[in-house]
């Protein structure tokens, strides 16, 4: 007996790519002067590649891990720790994080 794959629900994709262009705009439009803007960018950075990986991923383990990552990196980046380690341990912590959960179940 085959195993269909789970089909990809075309509305993540609409509110992800409508979540890309509102934050390029976002990313246009406002300068990051304020801690309300800095945050609204990460919440709409964190909205849209939530959709975008619930989409490619089908999972929301691995949305949620790639939220995280990007979400750390561009916030070590925002921070001044531009070092080459730092992304390359985020990395490596994500992969530990994926790596002990798939031994749980």
Same mark, same amino acid.
């Given at each position: 007996?085959?195993?269909?794959?789970?089909?990809?629900?075309?509305?993540?994709? /609409?509110? %992800?790519?409508? %979540?890309?262009?509102?934050? *390029?705009?976002?990313?246009?439009?406002?300068?990051?002067?304020?801690?309300?803007?800095?945050?609204? /960018? *990460?919440?709409?950075?964190?909205?849209?590649?939530? *959709?975008?990986?619930?989409y490619v991923f089908r999972h929301k383990r691995h949305a949620v891990l790639l939220v995280t990552g990007i979400a750390f990196y561009l916030a070590l980046r925002y921070l001044g720790l531009k070092h080459p380690l730092y992304a390359v341990l985020l990395i490596a912590s994500i992969a530990a994080l994926e790596l002990i959960r798939r031994e749980k179940s």
């Open positions: 007996m085959e195993r269909r794959p789970k089909e990809r629900n075309p509305l993540l994709l /609409f509110l %992800g790519v409508t %979540g890309l262009i509102v934050l *390029f705009a976002y990313v246009n439009v406002v300068a990051p002067e304020t801690l309300v803007h800095i945050i609204g /960018f *990460f919440l709409l950075l964190t909205v849209t590649v939530w *959709f975008l990986g619930i």
